[in-house]
């Protein structure tokens, strides 16, 4: 029975998307649910298995081309994939695809055959890493990285007994060669830079700063950090939960920064749905904690920690990432001191937090050395005046300052 892989139905924020990698080759069995291609958009990356056992026996959309929702990938020849071990006759050309042609070339994917083709490499050259040996595209690059690193000391051996005349051009020798290498952007990075010009370019944004004793919060994460790991199935006690739960109350009490401008009108959203700002190798993708002001701090804690860990796989669906009514960003895991978060339309409100740092601070009228961390709020200035930010501001510090507030609600 002959199957057509189509593509997943795309959502109605999503126009088209790229076929990124095939993780089979025409002729491969396959099973049921076994993973075929990755399809990338500009907010994830959606994965097509098999629908049933088989045998590929066509594909028709190629790395890098563009698709629509639900397009034509592939043709698959359902059937049983168990056979019986071959004769020796059979055996010779059953592996004989997977063995080296004649001019040394190895099976790679249409993407790596692409890179192969335009940089003129021995295909025999390269180590392949997928299935069967087969040549990846970060085979390729792999090889092309080494390759231009390797070529400077090949260079210098090559030649030990040339006399070399040093002119003012190459004077540095061989380590001064500039190497440039164009790639296009993806479809995520190209998308994330789309929204961060538009949240430049139509919004009124306006930053304040404060900073926070983070004393008391240590003291009390010191304090309970092994219990709370214990009690909650291993869940780590964080600052973000505190965080999230911090903004949560200070939205209730400050409406404007929890709304959005729609058009002419403004939206004021009567829930807490905080997105949480994940770095990935892909770029900035902003998973949601729905109803978060309902979580309790374990809750928003292991919640973190499963969409980080989805983002790093590229396993986000749409749902996760669309939608929130805030947005919070830890720039200081990376050791970011200050700095101003951009909006997330058609958010009006995000807050930044930073890395942690010994300052000395004047503390009842003495100077005493404290572990503090700069807080930033980027608004948007058309909806939210800068003194209910600042107030919204000092709110969340008061919450971070004196912890058990939090619980209190007060």
């Known amino acids: 029975m002959t199957i057509e892989i189509k593509a997943p139905a795309f959502p109605e924020s999503v126009a088209d998307g790229e076929v990124a990698a095939w993780h089979k080759a025409e002729g491969d069995t396959v099973a ?34 563009t698709i629509e929702s639900e397009a034509l990938l592939a043709v698959l020849e359902a059937g049983d994939v168990a056979h019986p071990a071959p004769s020796s006759a059979s055996a010779s050309k059953t592996v004989e695809p997977a063995q080296p042609s004649e001019s ?84 995520m990075r190209a998308r994330i830079a789309e929204r961060l010009l538009e949240a430049t370019q139509q919004t009124a944004m306006l930053t304040t700063f404060n900073e ?51 058009g002419s009108d403004v939206v004021y959203h009567g829930y807490q749905d905080i997105g949480v700002a994940v770095s990935t190798n892909d770029g900035l993708v902003v998973p949601v904690l729905r109803d978060a002001d309902f979580m309790s701090i374990a809750d928003v804690e292991a919640a973190i920690r499963d969409l980080g860990l ?25 050791g970011s001191l200050l700095s101003t978060p951009i909006l997330n339309p058609p ?18 009228g003495e100077v005493v050395i404290q572990p503090m961390m700069y807080l930033a709020l980027s608004y948007d200035h058309r909806l939210i005046d800068g003194k209910t930010a600042v107030q919204f501001l000092v709110t969340v510090k008061g919450f971070i300052e004196d912890p058990a507030r939090i619980l209190l609600q007060l």
């Open 212 to 262: 926070v004793n983070m004393a008391p919060l240590m003291k009390l994460r010191s304090q309970y950090k092994e219990s709370f790991e214990k009690a909650h199935n291993g869940t780590r006690l964080g600052f973000m939960g505190f965080f999230v739960k911090a903004c949560c109350e200070a939205l209730k009490r400050y409406p404007a920064v929890n709304a959005s401008i729609d």
């Open 347 to 364: 958010q009006t409100g995000i807050l930044g937090m930073h890395t942690i740092q010994e300052r000395p601070v004047a503390v009842n």
């Open 104 to 187: 040394g070339e190895h099976a790679m994917g249409p993407a790596a055959r692409a890179m192969v083709d335009e940089h003129g490499i021995d295909p025999a050259a390269i180590t392949g890493s997928g299935k069967g040996g087969r040549v990846t595209k970060e085979d390729v690059t792999k090889h092309l990285k080494s390759s231009s690193q390797a070529a400077p000391v090949k260079t210098a051996s090559t030649t030990p007994a040339t006399p070399a005349v040093t002119t003012p051009d190459d004077s540095f020798g061989p380590s001064s060669e500039r190497i440039e290498k164009r790639v296009p952007m993806t479809r």
């Open 32 to 65: 049921r649910d076994e993973l075929l291609v990755e399809i990338e958009t500009d907010k994830v990356v959606m994965e097509v298995v098999a629908p049933e056992s088989g045998v590929l026996t066509s594909i028709v959309a190629l790395e890098g081309e």
């Open 310 to 334: 989805k983002a790093q796989d590229k396993k986000l669906t749409i749902e996760e990432m669309t939608g929130g009514t805030f947005t919070v960003s830890n720039g200081g895991v990376f």
